[in-house]
């Protein structure tokens, strides 16, 4: 696979700086208190006694305060306009009944400017009383006869006013309408294009602006944008990639998810700018929406979802990406769509070989109903799982969505991180946002206190898929480490006493010994207070800066 050059936010003078007086997290020395930064890349990192014969021919000396500085953040898989628009519009997630969500839409359908389209996020009727998504009278009423655009938390079906569906010729006709339930499949996309098509430009990108730095004060230093043409537009896309580019901000690379049939498509998927064909090219939708792709019927209906993709699709994509020297990749959440994905890249390494497909390092998103056969496959075909742990707190459990969509013994088996790490699958983490919010250090802790305690991994190896993690996946692994050489992407912590957890996936154990000879993590206990950002720098350059710090 030829490694993505990493984007770079637009070039600042680079400055050589001390960092020293602190807890510097690097496998390169367990105990380093100090860390030297030259030309955008990591140039030393040792002990605070050594720091002194640093400290004269430096630019800039930063005393840490005892602040811990880390490796920034990767997040794997993020929908970055759409993540701003729930941050500067109408966001549902907090919406505790069907009534509470109406009023919420009532406000910001008044307080909108006229004529301006009305966007939200966020709904969960499984977290109602009622049990029920809004009716489309419901939503008329509340809009004022505004066109609305409602998509479900996990955005595969959407609740619309009738306004908007009269912007959609022959919206009744595409499969995945109902009169008066959420749509889904064609229907949704439709909706979805014309009331992102209605986005200005300008709104667009102060919606990206306000995502990304919005990620930067959370201390993530690159996101993987996973864009295509059932998500988003060209333009967006595109726009996306220039913004990052010259502004000072996290990183940005962008997936574009659209299927390769040969070197002329794959071609133009390199001139969007895209690191690879991958992201959200859907084998299947979601779980929520019952349109994850099954086996077995759902729990909850008598039917096994939808299949978007089969395994000759799925096959014919990773052949021509391979062939090309492009990344490939797949949204699979269901157990029947990720047999698809497995089945099709077995087919194209029986064509192109097994050590091209291994090369390429295809990636898999969710990846969620796995099986010891399936985690096998992953191993040896060199799969990337990005993979999303706030699902897991959100849905798992005994009484959560998952066991209401597949029954509790399915629900119980989804999301197995300790069984893919322990066949050797990559793992890289994400949020898949605004389905569940930015929030490095909570998906670290949903990895680790897995509501099912045979998935549990170790924080230590949660971090690592949220950071050096991320990096691999885009075929790099000379960054997301804090070693000589490696690009300076790094955070500052206001965090508690460091830690290491005790090599146990059933029962979190921990240590303050040093002499464990293993860098410190926060202690990330369920009710422990998470780590404050401080600052947060992309390539030697401060991207964000904790006001008042």
Known sequence: MTEHNAPTPQAAEHRTVLLRGGEVHSPADPFATAMVVERGHVAWVGSEGAADAFASGVDEVIDLEGALVTPAFTDAHV????????????????????????ELVRA??????????????????????????????????????????????????????TALLDLVPGITGLAGYH??????????HAV??????????????????????????????????????????????????????????????????????????????????????????????SLGSHTACLHAPYADASHTGTAYLDTAAVAAHVIACTEAGLQAGFHAIGDAAVTSVVDG????????????????????????MLTPATIAAFAEFGLTASVQPAFD???????????????????????????????????????????????????????????????????????????????RAVGRDDAGTLVPGAPADYALWRADELVVQAPDDRVARWSTDPRSGTPGLPNLTPGAELPVCLRTVVFGQTVYMRPNE
Not at 87 to 101: E, K, M
Not at 111 to 137: K, Y
Not at 259 to 270: F, H, Y
């Open 79 to 102: 929908h970055t306009t759409s993540t701003g628009l729930a941050l500067t519009g109408l966001d549902l997630s907090g919406a505790r009944s069907l009534a509470g969500a109406l």
């Open 393 to 471: 707190a959100a849905w798992g459990g005994e009484g959560g969505m998952y066991a209401q969509r597949l029954g509790a013994e399915r629900a119980r088996t989804l999301n197995p991180y300790a069984a893919l790490l322990r066949a050797g699958v990559p793992l890289a983490f994400g949020s898949d946002s605004p389905v569940t919010p930015l929030d490095p250090w909570g998906t670290v802790r949903a990895a680790a206190f897995h509501r099912t305690p045979e998935h549990r991994i170790s924080v230590r190896a949660a971090f690592t898929a949220h950071t050096r993690g991320g990096w």
């Open 192 to 285: 979805r294009g014309a009331a992102h098509g209605a986005v200005t430009p300008a709104q667009r990108a102060e919606a990206q602006r306000a995502a990304l730095a919005h990620a930067a004060s959370l201390g993530i230093g690159t996101v993987h944008e996973c864009a295509g043409p059932g998500i988003c537009d060209e333009d967006d896309f595109t726009g996306l990639l220039k913004l990052a580019a010259e502004r000072p901000g996290p990183r940005v690379f962008g997936y574009w998810a659209e299927q390769v049939g040969s070197a002329k498509d794959a071609e133009r998927i390199r001139e969007l700018g895209a690191a690879g064909a991958a992201g959200d090219l859907f084998v299947d939708g």
């Open 345 to 368: 890249v077995r087919a194209a390494a029986e064509k192109v070989g097994l050590a091209r497909i291994r090369a390429a390092r295809h990636r898999v998103e969710h990846a969620e």
């Open 179 to 188: 009169p008066d339930a959420p749509l889904t499949a064609a229907a949704h």
């Open 108 to 161: 910001h359908a008044a307080a909108a400017p006229a004529g301006r389209i009305l966007l939200g996020h966020g709904w969960d009727a499984t977290r109602w009383p009622e049990q029920r998504p809004p009716s489309r009278a419901e939503l008329d009423e509340a809009a004022g006869g505004r066109p609305l655009y409602l998509p479900r938390i996990d955005v595969h079906s959407a609740v619309v006013t």
